[in-house]
Structures are given as C-alpha cells and as structure tokens.
C-alpha cells in the first residue's frame, strides 16, 4: 500500500525557516513528479512547488525566492525548504506525487498534511 508521510511543519515566527520532508513508500516502481501544495482555512487548495523526475521546478509565484524544492530519487522523497516565512504562508501543506506500483499506471497520491503556522 502506498503512504506518503510527511514531517517538519511547526510553528515558527515570521521571518524564520522550516523544510519539510515526504518519504513515499510501498511496493513502488517508479515516481514520475513530485510537489508541494497547501490549504489555509476558507481557501482552495493550491500548487506551492512541483519538481519532475527530471528536476525541473515550478513555484507559485508567492513563494518565488523563497522557497526551494528538492528531491532524492533513491530514497523516492522530496523536500520543501521554506525559508523568510510571512503569516500568509500559514496553511496545512500536503505533498503530492504522482507514482506507479508495479503493475499499474501512474496516479496521483496524497499524503495526510502537515501543519505549518507562522506567526507575526
């Protein structure tokens, strides 16, 4: 079974950093993109950073020059590095990869969220 599980999010005042980690796990075969998106009470969900397997990187344009995305292929995780953190990035941030056991087609993954609250 598929898991993607997250960690790093806190609490941080404004202006500090946080990175958050997603390590996808279970019987996979390969793992085509990965990303970052969140969701802040009241509001949609929405794309933070995506990276492909061949590395290249797309941001929101709220989070240009200030955050980075990375991954490690053999250990099938990504990362988000948030650094110059503003209240407004407050929000339940879910990593997303779109990956393939073997035997099947590729598809869409979530993992559970991970809190990040930046206070001012």
């Known amino acids: 079974q598929v898991r993607l599980v997250e960690s790093g999010g806190g609490l941080v005042q404004a202006g500090g950093s946080l990175r958050l980690s997603c390590a996808a796990s279970g019987g996979i075969f390969v793992v085509n993109a990965m990303g970052w998106y969140r969701q802040a009470p009241g509001k949609q969900r929405e794309l933070v950073a995506r990276?492909?397997?061949?590395?290249?990187?797309i941001y929101a344009d709220s989070v240009k020059g200030r955050f980075i995305i990375s991954r490690d292929n053999a250990k099938s995780t990504v990362y988000l590095q948030m650094n110059s953190l503003k209240p407004e990035d407050t929000a339940v941030y879910y990593c997303?990869?779109?990956?393939?056991?073997?035997?099947?087609?590729?598809?869409?993954?979530w993992g559970q969220g991970t809190q990040v609250t930046v206070s001012s």
């Open positions: 990276i492909t397997g061949g590395r290249s990187t």
């Open positions: 997303n990869a779109d990956l393939a056991v073997l035997g099947t087609s590729l598809r869409d993954y």
